[in-house]
Every structure is written in structure tokens, then in C-alpha cells.
């Protein structure tokens, strides 16, 4: 294998597992958003102090889906070079509401992954610097590998529509089951 050949392929291999990584990671955390009561309500809280009431209903709704959106465009590498800029977004808006909790001296609690804990904001904002540098060096490259990119662009919102419902609907069925299974418990009992 030429020298030009292994830089490429390594590129394609890093270039690919930012995606996933940082994709992922938006996924995952909007999924568990939404499937968490406890994590809902204290996205709801938090957003008490930081926003203005009145964002507070749009941006508490609207926050899981675009994670979930944002992660998924970038998996797919829909839209090309651009497919980092809403991953970024969101994480970029994520350390500023961060830092401007901790300049606030506000507590809040950290929720991610279901398990509400006080927030560690350094923690968080060295977290999202990081995917966000990973992700800068992606956009700077310009070239993204393995993407549905080379599809019109309707076909490729229609791709990230797709598999984002699907991951919605797959949380609201499983969040019914789950309360009509602690229903039928407790109506047992």
C-alpha cells in the first residue's frame, strides 16, 4: 500500500468515527431525553434559569429532536461538509448554556445518559470542546467519507426524516409500554 493510499484510508477510518462518536452521542442523549421523566422535568427546570420563560416550551420540546436530528445528519453524512454544522450547533449551545449556569451560580443537574447528578460543568464543556475540535477538523477537511451525500437533496432529507422518526417512534412506543405496564402493576396490586 502507497504511503498516499494509508493517509487516506486513516483519515476516511478518524473521519468516520467522529461521526459516529459525536452522532451517537447526540442520539443517544436526545433518546434518553425523551424517555426520562426525571431527566425531562429537570431539562425543563434548568431551562427555567437560563432562557426566558417564554423560549422555555419551545426549546424544552423542540431540544430532543434536534439532538436526535443533528446526530443522525451527521451519521449519515447527509449534505456533505455541512453535515458537522448542526452537531456543533447544538453542542456549542450546550457549553453556553453550561457556562452561563456556572458564571450564574446556578445548580443544575446533569442528565445525559438517565442519571441525574449536579452538574459537573467542567466536565461538560471539556467534553463538548473536544467533540467540537474533533468536529472542526472534519469541517476543515471538507471531505466527508461514506455519506449519502451523492443523493438530490430531498433524498437526503427524507433519509435523516426517516431514520430520526423512526428512533422517535421507537421511544414513544417503548415510553407507552412502559406505562401500561407500571399501570397494569399497579392496578394489580
Known amino acids: 500500500m502507497s504511503q498516499v493510499s494509508v493517509a487516506g484510508l486513516s483519515w476516511a477510518f478518524f473521519e468516520l468515527a467522529v461521526r459516529l462518536v459525536v452522532g451517537g452521542f447526540l ?5 434518553v431525553l425523551l ?4 431527566t425531562w422535568r429537570q431539562v425543563w427546570l434548568a431551562l427555567y434559569q437560563l432562557v ?3 423560549l422555555v416550551r419551545p426549546i424544552g420540546l423542540s431540544l430532543p429532536a434536534v439532538g436526535i436530528v443533528a446526530g443522525m445528519t451527521l451519521i449519515l453524512g447527509a449534505f456533505g461538509p455541512l453535515a458537522p454544522i448542526p452537531a456543533g450547533a447544538v453542542l456549542a449551545s450546550i457549553v453556553v448554556g453550561v457556562v452561563r449556569a456556572e458564571r450564574r451560580d446556578l445548580v443544575l443537574a446533569a442528565g445525559a445518559f438517565g442519571q441525574l447528578r449536579p452538574l459537573f460543568s467542567r466536565y461538560i ?7 467540537l475540535t ?3 477538523v472534519v469541517a476543515v477537511r471538507d471531505t466527508l467519507t461514506w455519506t449519502i451525500a451523492e443523493f438530490d437533496p430531498p433524498t437526503q432529507v427524507a ?8 428512533i422517535l417512534s421507537a421511544t414513544a412506543f417503548l415510553n407507552r409500554a412502559e406505562r401500561r405496564q407500571r399501570f397494569t402493576a399497579v392496578a394489580g396490586a
Open 125 to 131: 464543556v471539556l467534553r463538548n470542546v473536544l467533540l
Open 27 to 31: 442520539i443517544v442523549s436526545g433518546t
Open 134 to 136: 474533533a468536529l472542526g
Open 35 to 38: 424517555k426520562s421523566v426525571r
Open 159 to 166: 433519509a435523516v426524516a426517516v431514520m430520526s422518526g423512526l
Open 52 to 54: 426566558p420563560v417564554p
